[in-house]
Each structure stands twice: as C-alpha cells, then as structure tokens.
C-alpha cells in the first residue's frame, strides 16, 4: 500500500501470503478458514448470509482453485472483502483477473477501504501475472459502479448468467 503508515506488500514475487498491508491500523490481508465467523458475520450484515463451516469450506475451495479472498480488518468482524480468480483467455496474452465480490461495510464506507482492497487485489493479480483486472457490476449497483469509474475501471461487454442444474 502506498501513503503514510505501515506499508507491507512487497511478497517476492509469490502470491501475497496471510499478511498483505497494513494503513493506518487497517489490515489487509488473505482470508483463511481462521476468519470465516468473522466473514459470516460480516457478510449477514451485508445481506448474504452464510454458515461460518460452510465460508470456510468456500474459502478454501476457491484458494485450491488459484483465486483469493482479501479481508479488511481492525478489529471486530473484517470491514471489508474482495474476492477474485484468474482466468486465461484466447484474446490476451496475460490472464485476465476477474472480481467475483468488492463489499465494504456501510459503516466503513468512504474511508479508501475500498480502494486498499482493489489495490491489494490488483497487486496479487500482476504478481500472478494478470494483464487485466475485469469486475462484474449488476444493474442495480450504482455506488460500484461510480467506484470503478473513480478507480480507473471503463465498462465493457455485458456478462449474462444461465444456470447450468435444473431448479427442483
């Protein structure tokens, strides 16, 4: 992290490990099964509720799988979360990194937590050797979408979804 405070995230050239940054007592770091009930309890604030075992098996599912999630914390439950993987493609030469979720507790808002956390996520994703940082905005998510025009993010094509099972 660059400005005034402790400033940790050199890695040598690895993924960053547990410990990523630190500003201004703000951690950003690695998310491992250790912080699932803290993330659970975030994410239910947020709206998303989630099983803390479950979290941590999703948590450890998407690190095998090469993607990482990023917590923001002080103290108390983590403030804020950016999830993300890497993916090659035909049409670029480096991989792509795609943000899965960036969510930032109301509270917490309009501190530069958000930004920390895109920070340390685009960092992770050059040291994995990603030329490309993509995120995926739903309609209805006006305040992200301003973020990523204030971060330097320019639209591009629209992502449509279909499920792949059946609902019962």
């Known amino acids: 992290m660059t400005g005034t405070g402790a400033s940790r995230t050199s890695t040598g050239g690895r993924?960053?490990?547990?410990?990523?940054?630190?500003?201004?007592?703000?951690?950003?770091?690695?998310?491992?099964?250790?912080?699932?009930?803290?993330?659970?309890?975030?994410?239910?604030?947020?709206?998303?509720?989630?099983e803390p075992h479950r979290l941590a098996e999703r948590l450890e599912a998407l690190r095998?799988?090469?993607?990482?999630?990023?917590?923001?914390?002080?103290?108390?439950?983590?403030?804020?979360?950016?999830?993300?993987?890497?993916?090659?493609?035909?049409?670029?030469?480096?991989?792509?990194?795609?943000?899965?979720?960036l969510l930032v507790s109301p509270d917490e808002r309009r501190r530069?937590?958000?930004?920390?956390?895109?920070?340390?996520?685009?960092?992770?994703?050059?040291?994995?050797?990603?030329?490309?940082?993509h995120m995926e905005i739903a309609p209805d998510q006006a305040e992200l979408r301003a973020f990523c025009a204030a971060t330097g993010f320019t639209p591009g094509a629209a992502i449509y979804e279909r499920p792949l099972r059946k609902r019962s």
């Open 112 to 133: 530069g937590i958000g930004r920390l956390l895109l920070k340390a996520a685009s960092q992770a994703a050059r040291i994995a050797g990603c030329g490309t940082l």
């Open 15 to 50: 993924a960053p490990g547990p410990d990523v940054g630190q500003r201004y007592g703000l951690e950003i770091r690695a998310a491992t099964g250790a912080d699932a009930a803290g993330l659970a309890e975030f994410l239910a604030a947020a709206g998303r509720p989630i």
């Open 64 to 101: 095998q799988a090469g993607g990482s999630a990023l917590i923001a914390v002080a103290w108390g439950p983590p403030s804020g979360l950016v999830t993300f993987h890497r993916h090659h493609t035909l049409d670029a030469d480096l991989a792509v990194a795609r943000i899965d979720g």
